[in-house]
């Protein structure tokens, strides 16, 4: 069982705008510390597409965002696109674990 | 450009051992910490260990504290991880990955390790 919580599904057609949630807790992501997203495609290796809560790599398009407030945080995708079919998720640090924790994932479907 | 290539994954009975390399190269090796992370088949990501940038510093997930242990030779560009005590249950595709602030910024293809008899 994660201690970061994603929904296991979301989806939308091309164009829409979809919203990953990823819930945590005190010791977590309401502790302060930085929430950051991947991006998985099929059989590759994950990508990261947001650090420090809302910050994109160079190449990631404006298209995702990512935003934080309290225990929680969200990936947001505008303007759907075939090509964002994959699985997403969410990473910060645990201080009651003393470890890095992931969410469990959430595969995104264009209809 | 960033490039991290990990090795030494195959096919382990229980109770074996086995050690992964990660070979890096692009940028300073030995000014950034790294991690593993692994993925079991169909399954999530898990947080695995990482070390910090002088070798000395380390911390591990609970499920491998005890049995693996991370390490890293900066005068050749490698991180490892050997891993004892294998199960069953660490099956899965091992990923080395760079660490900036926190976030995993550049992972390699991985690498599989099959635990079975």
């Known amino acids: 069982q994660s201690v970061l919580t994603q929904p296991p599904s979301v989806s939308g057609a091309p164009g829409q705008r979809v919203i990953i949630a990823c819930t945590g807790s005190s010791s977590n992501i309401g502790a302060g510390y930085d929430v950051h997203w991947y991006q998985q495609l099929p059989g590759t290796a994950p990508k990261l597409l947001i650090y420090g809560d809302v910050n994109r790599p160079s190449g990631v398009p404006d298209r995702f965002s990512g935003s934080k407030s309290g225990t929680s945080a969200s990936l947001a995708i505008t303007g759907l696109q075939a090509e964002d079919e994959a699985d997403y998720y969410c990473q910060s640090y645990d201080s009651g674990l003393s470890a890095y924790v992931f969410g469990s994932g959430t595969k995104v479907t264009v209809l | 450009q960033v490039h991290l290539v990990e090795s030494g994954g195959g096919v382990v009975q229980p109770g074996r051992s086995l050690r992964l390399s990660c070979a890096a190269s692009g940028f300073n090796f030995g000014t950034f910490g790294m991690h593993w992370v692994r993925q079991a088949p169909g399954k999530g990501l898990e947080w695995v260990a990482v070390i910090w940038y002088d070798g000395i510093n380390k911390d591990y997930a609970r499920s491998v504290k005890g049995r693996f242990i991370i390490s890293r030779d900066n005068s050749k560009n490698t991180l490892y991880l050997q891993m004892n005590s294998l199960r069953a249950e660490d099956t899965g595709v091992y990923y080395c990955?760079?660490?900036?602030?926190?976030?995993?910024?550049?992972w390699g293809q991985g690498t599989l390790v099959t635990v079975s008899s």
């Open positions: 990955a760079r660490d900036k602030e926190q976030a995993l910024d550049f």
